[in-house]
């Protein structure tokens, strides 16, 4: 059982189109990471969202932290092809971060 | 900085054999973490390290497996001896800070193992 559930697990879009990506959970996180990781590479850090209800933009990107804690989302406006990757969410869990198993995004020209 | 080292980027080895990956993490990094990624089972914690001290090892699939830190920039990966369904790709990643705190990981570029 997964302690972080990410959906969808495959999407795929046009350039342009807007989209948003979940991270659900039944437990609650102190703190909470989004990656995003292209193939052949390591996870990069976008953002650490750490207060319930907080809402941090990065450029087209958009994150929120649900109030209770226990889940989050991602929506990109206007995505480029430089969006296509491999979304990944990580809970804070003690000490160390639990990562879900990622929203695999391709967007098309 | 460099980042994350990790070598070899690519390991093809033969059951039974041992395998040892490194990693030298992020200079002034005081934390150093193991990820082994799959398809079936996503990014898996394995081992991390806080000041070189083994913290939670918890992740470790078997005895098979070792890590260790004998200094802060340099870490080994072991696996002795391996078998294909250690087949996956393994990441090391550092990061500054202290317990109970927020840790903003920096990943390496992972080494892809495939043991036949």
């Known amino acids: 059982t997964q302690l972080l559930e990410q959906s969808p697990q495959f999407l795929s879009i046009q350039e342009g189109e807007n989209l948003t990506v979940y991270c659900n959970s039944s437990?609650?996180?102190?703190?909470l990471q989004w990656y995003r990781q292209e193939p052949g590479e390591g996870p990069v850090l976008l953002v650490t969202v750490v207060t319930g209800g907080e809402v941090k933009k990065l450029k087209r990107l958009t994150f929120q932290f649900g109030d209770a804690r226990k889940d989050s989302s991602l929506h990109i406006t206007a995505a480029q092809t430089g969006d296509t990757g491999l979304y990944l969410c990580a809970g804070a869990r003690g000490q160390n971060f639990v990562f879900g198993p990622g929203t695999r995004l391709s967007v098309l020209p | 900085d460099a980042g994350v080292i990790q070598s070899p980027r690519h390991e093809v080895t033969e059951m039974g054999q041992e395998v040892t990956l490194r990693c030298k993490p992020i200079s002034g990094h005081n934390s150093l973490f193991w990820y082994r990624q799959t398809m079936m089972r996503g990014l898996e914690l394995l081992i991390y390290?806080?000041?070189?001290?083994?913290?939670?090892d918890s992740g470790m699939p078997e005895d098979r497996f070792s890590a260790k830190m004998p200094n802060a920039s340099f870490s080994t990966l072991k696996i002795q001896p391996s078998e294909p369904r250690d087949s996956a790709v393994y990441f090391c990643?550092?990061?500054?800070?202290?317990?109970?705190?927020?840790?903003?990981?920096?990943f390496g570029p992972g080494t892809r193992l495939t043991v036949t």
């Open positions: 390290f806080n000041n070189n001290v083994p913290i939670d």
């Open positions: 437990s609650v996180f102190s703190s």
């Open positions: 990643a550092s990061s500054w800070g202290s317990s109970g705190g927020l840790y903003e990981q920096y």
